[in-house]
């Protein structure tokens, strides 16, 4: 079965701290993998998107990066968090059946 | 040119009662108009899309309508139970939603009293 995992569910970091989110595929190879942050209370914002490995389209500049090491792996990363990081933070994949995304369950962070 | 408009930012309805999210575009490249359903702490589920070849597409209670002159795009919750109640994200894409990339609404708040 095609599913996709997220974690952690939910991170508490520092100001100034580094971050690693990790975003994995299972079931399907070669798949359109999405970075969304979700604000409290606001829409979803396109963060990264990649069409296969080390191909990453970023859509707005920010205080972010992503990788993708391997084809169904999705990482995103900041060497210096920011404040204003902190969200909601949901990875998703493109299912061409569907013609829709299946997001994961997201990623709580909160910047202290 | 390339937002979605969405409206309301909240709304509140009875049980049985009919819900109507609307949103707008401007760009007649939009092929793809999907609608999505999230649940607090969870991530968005599709729940139902429509091509701009059909002006209507019933799912159970949930319809979209589209008016492809106006350029708007509505979901209706028929019958609105409690377990409606959820955030809903109008989208939007180009060709025919084959490479993702979907541009979002800023979403709906909608709560279902009993």
């Known amino acids: 079965s095609q599913t996709i995992h997220q974690w952690p569910a939910t991170l508490v970091q520092p100001v100034g701290s580094p971050l690693s989110l990790e975003c994995t595929v299972e079931?399907?190879?070669?798949?359109?993998l999405y970075w969304y942050r979700q604000a409290a209370g606001r829409g979803l914002q396109l963060l990264f998107y990649?069409?296969?490995?080390?191909?990453i389209s970023s859509e707005v500049p920010q205080n972010l990066s992503a990788s993708r090491p391997q084809d169904r792996q999705f990482i995103l990363s900041s060497k210096k968090l920011l404040l204003s990081d902190s969200g909601f933070y949901l990875c998703?994949?493109?299912?061409?059946?569907?013609?829709?995304?299946?997001f994961g369950s997201g990623t709580r962070l909160t910047v202290v | 040119q390339q937002q979605v408009k969405q409206s309301p930012q909240s709304l509140i309805v009875q049980k049985g009662g009919i819900s109507i999210i609307n949103c707008a575009y401007e760009?007649?490249?939009?092929?793809?108009f999907p609608w999505y359903q999230q649940f607090p702490g969870k991530g968005p589920a599709l729940l139902i899309a429509?091509?701009?070849?059909?002006s209507e597409k019933k799912e159970g209670r949930f319809t979209i309508s589209f008016n492809k002159s106006a350029k708007q795009f509505s979901l209706h919750i028929m019958d609105s139970q409690p377990g409606d109640s959820a955030t809903y994200f109008c989208?939007?894409?180009?060709?025919?939603?084959?490479?993702?990339?979907?541009?979002f609404g800023k979403g709906t708040k909608l709560s279902v009293k009993p």
């Open positions: 079931g399907t190879s070669n798949p359109n």
């Open positions: 429509i091509r701009p070849d059909v």
């Open positions: 989208a939007a894409s180009i060709n025919g939603g084959s490479q993702g990339n979907l541009i």
């Open positions: 760009n007649t490249a939009f092929d793809y």
């Open positions: 998703a994949w493109w299912t061409q059946g569907s013609r829709g995304y299946t």
């Open positions: 990649s069409v296969g490995i080390g191909q």
